[in-house]
């Protein structure tokens, strides 16, 4: 399975960008899907997912700001983010898995599958 990460950018504190991953390879629709972000001389950090039920999970620092969401017939998932902060200044990765359990969703190495980040920088 490979994954394509697009979407960063530059954007004002306050502002939205959609980020979006496309799949290929492997069957897409079966597959727990994530996003997790590093900022720079941080570790990797969970930000969302989304399993192949359609139910989503969210770190408590983006939760109501951020909506992951999946097409299953575009292979793609998406991570809208709003009312962005400074804080979210990262370079965000989306990974995928065909069988992580749900104690192992928020856990970045239980992850088979990464794309290859894509940078988002918030201003103040």
């Known amino acids: 399975v490979q994954l394509q990460a697009s979407g960063g950018g530059l954007v004002q504190a306050g502002g939205s960008l959609r980020l979006s991953c496309a799949a290929s390879?492997?069957?897409?629709?079966?597959?727990?899907l994530g996003w997790f972000r590093q900022a720079p001389g941080k570790d990797r950090e969970f930000v969302a997912a989304?399993?192949?039920?359609?139910?989503?999970y969210y770190a408590d620092s983006v939760k109501g700001r951020f909506a992951i969401s999946r097409d299953n017939a575009k292979n793609t998932v998406y991570l809208q983010m709003n009312s962005l902060k400074p804080e979210d200044t990262a370079i965000y990765y989306c990974?995928?898995?065909?069988?992580?359990?749900?104690?192992?969703?928020?856990?970045?190495?239980?992850?088979?599958?990464w794309g290859q980040g894509t940078l988002v920088t918030v201003s103040s």
């Open positions: 990974a995928g898995d065909s069988s992580l359990i749900l104690s192992s969703i928020r856990l970045y190495d239980q992850y088979a599958y």
């Open positions: 989304i399993r192949y039920s359609g139910h989503t």
């Open positions: 390879g492997g069957t897409f629709s079966r597959y727990t």
